[in-house]
């Protein structure tokens, strides 16, 4: 069993910063993919960045610039920097971790409010 846990979501003023976390613990031998995605009410789940186990990443056009993703493999974490935050990236963001074996694993959700 794999359980994820978030942090980091919250309010935030136009321009200010974030720092997205999720945790994996449980019998885990090794993450492959890692991955954020957001999700508006009503609106299809869609991607923002990704990283694999080598480290490389993939974001989506939108912000790039402005969010960085990243991993600490020891600790099995996966992070999401949001710098110069606006309005239009108001959403509840989601972990997502491919664990090796075990197949895709989705966090809770973490509200992210943006303040104009």
């Known amino acids: 069993q794999v359980q994820l846990v978030e942090s980091g979501g919250g309010l935030v003023q136009a321009g200010g910063s974030l720092r997205l976390s999720c945790a994996a613990s449980g019998n885990i031998f090794k993450i492959n993919t890692m991955g954020w995605y957001r999700q508006a009410t009503g609106k299809q789940r869609e991607l923002v960045a990704s990283?694999?186990?080598?480290?490389?990443?993939n974001y989506a056009a939108p912000v790039k610039g402005r969010l960085t993703i990243s991993r600490d493999n020891a600790e099995n974490t996966i992070y999401l920097q949001m710098n110069s935050l606006n309005p239009e990236n108001k959403d509840v963001y989601y972990c997502?971790?491919?664990?090796?074996?075990?197949?895709?694993?989705w966090g809770r959700g973490n509200q992210v409010a943006v303040s104009s």
């Open positions: 997502n971790l491919d664990v090796f074996n075990k197949g895709d694993y």
């Open positions: 990283i694999t186990s080598g480290g490389v990443t």
